[in-house]
């Protein structure tokens, strides 16, 4: 039987490999990716902790979290899609319109 | 009746509101035909109104809660009683005849709609104001009404005389106003109601109630009365705020005759008749009433005496006459007052709706030197106007004789004070005589002096001009006649000959004289012989072009007077010292150097800068770099952990 801690170093792990992609790339696919590894780190540890509280709350959220991914890919790959259009590539330094 | 009465108000209103919102597309130059016949109508109604009341139906009833905010309670409502009825006729009456008189007379301007909207929403205001049956309605009315003779006044608002006279009008109102509005609102701080029947119901309990002011106890219901009193020294043009009315006949003729001389004016007197149980019960207010009211009367009839405008002769006798009402209100006879007020508006109408005639004639000249043999070529005019003036000469049997009789025999019966004021306006009759018969003789009689080309273009006026001239004609003979001294009545065998102080006294009393029957037909005497003197030294020294009156100017003594009189006692120079300069003084020195510059300015500038300096620097840090905003988001998160976690 693998313990919770177990669980828990995983997601942990997972989460941070996501937060240093998501800090460090510049390249919008891979910060997207980046994205779905910490929301994937989330749900890891709240199915564990379902699991081993007997609650299944945690595992039903697990669920939406998986719905709000599916959403934000939607929308982020529609990002992804007018980036490459107007700027020939999917480097988001290149995207500095928002500046104030 | 049901509720019938409404109309009378509410017509003209409607009137207003078609004209204002379609006269300049639509309507245009047939104005006319939707202000009068509404007009009309509303003067049909008030007449069987009045058939009502005098059938004994008074009408006293709220229609509609106006404001309701804790015990303030204020409703709209309508009080007609005989008091109201006498108003009625003379309002609704008045302003008929003017409106048809304004056909001719405005005709062809460009602003004839708008004349005719503003003329409708006096005549609403107006009959709001007697209407009412609390004293907030009454103040709406008050206000309102001002609001129009500001219009009315400003009519020729591209003319900086007119446009400066209606300014005029309307800030030494608000002197008076203010006054008016304090004295409403100690009435619902002592009664806690605004309604009439319950205020005056309550006054007799509050004899002998002080109030402390600046550290001085004042009787409460004698500063009530005076508060209130202000108010009718503004609209009513008494010394001393009476500076506005001469200046008021910027406007044209038919508004002078309407709101300047029959209407608005009297809306002073009006209140004061309508609020007797409060000033019954303050002996000094009423003393001041009567003083200011025959001081006024005597002042500005000696200013009328060397006017040469047309129109401003006739203004300062107004301002006379509505001393006389005061004074008759202010010794107690309040019906005396009403029966005057009701008389002169239609002599005194007559007599400005004449001066328009005449106006029309000479192509707007008004100057009474200019004019003179003007009676061949407008007799209708000359006759009528002639009539007006033996009716405020007070010529027995004109209209102007009984009620101005009346007034001056109550003053007699009263006391000492009453003896002096007595002098006072029978001196003032004199004068009102000579000054009103020096128009006639110096207009109508003698050469014409004015230029051949005015000579040319003399012409009688129009008919819907010279028809209201001779109703009212008619108005300033027959009107009197309700109100026939006791004595005369019997004399000639007439039975209730003083119908129209009986019909008055259920609302505001009759004064019981203890003067003798030798004293009142000395009274009578006298006021027929100032009233002979007064006419035949206007015929004697106005005859051939007036120049007699010139010879007496020669004497160094009486051209010094002539020339106080002629700048009207420096009244307006005053004014001028100790109140506009200073007012403008501080204007310029005080609110706009330092209010405005300084402290607004500095507020109203210095946030919106501050606020834009402060965002220059915060626009840094929206770099529009995904990769920064996810740093800051990484960091906002370790922030929220190392809280959640201290904790």
Known sequence: ?100 | MGKTYLLIPFLPLLGFFINILFGREYIRDKAHWVSVPLVGGSLAVAILTIAEVIGGRTINEDLYSWIVSGDFKVSVGFLVDQLTAVMLLVVAGVSFLVHVYSIGYMHGDEGYYRFFAYLNLFTFSMLMLIMSNNFLQLYFGWEAVGLCSYFLIGYFFKKKSAADAGKKAFIVNRFGDFGFGLGVIVIFLTFGTLHYQPVFGAVKGIVGNTVLIFGHEFDLITVIALLLFCGAVGKSAQLPLHVWLPDAMEGPTPVSALIHAATMVTAGVFMVARCNPIFNLSPFAMDVVAVVGAVTALFAATIGLVQNDIKRIIAYSTCSQLGYMFLACGVGAYSAGIFHLYTHGFFKALLFLGAGSVMHAMSGELDIWKMGGLKKHLPITYWTMLLASLSIAGVPGFAGFFSKDEILWQTFQRGELGKVLYVMATLTALLTAFYSFRIVMLAFHGKFRGTHEQEHHLHESPTAMTVPLMVLAVGAIITGWVGIPQLIGDAIGLTHSTWFFEFLTPVVGHPHGEGTHAQEVMVILVSILVGVIGIAGALYFYARQGERADKLLENPALSSVHRVLWNKYYVDELYDRIIIRPTMWVAARVVQNFTDTRIIEFIVNGVPAAIGRLSERMRALQSGLLSNYAVAMVIGLFLIIVLLSVR
């Open chain 1, 1 to 100: 039987m693998v313990g919770l801690n177990a669980y828990m170093w995983l997601s942990l792990a997972v989460f941070t490999i996501g937060m240093i992609g998501f800090l460090t790339r510049r390249n919008i696919i891979v910060i997207f990716m980046s994205i779905e590894l910490m929301l994937n780190a989330v749900n890891i540890n709240l199915v564990a902790l379902s699991h081993f509280i007997e609650d299944l709350n945690g595992q039903v959220l697990a669920f939406f979290v998986i719905a709000v991914a599916a959403a934000e890919a939607a929308i982020g790959l529609a990002i992804l899609i007018a980036l490459s259009r107007t700027k020939a590539g999917c480097h988001v330094d290149e995207a500095t319109e928002m500046k104030g």
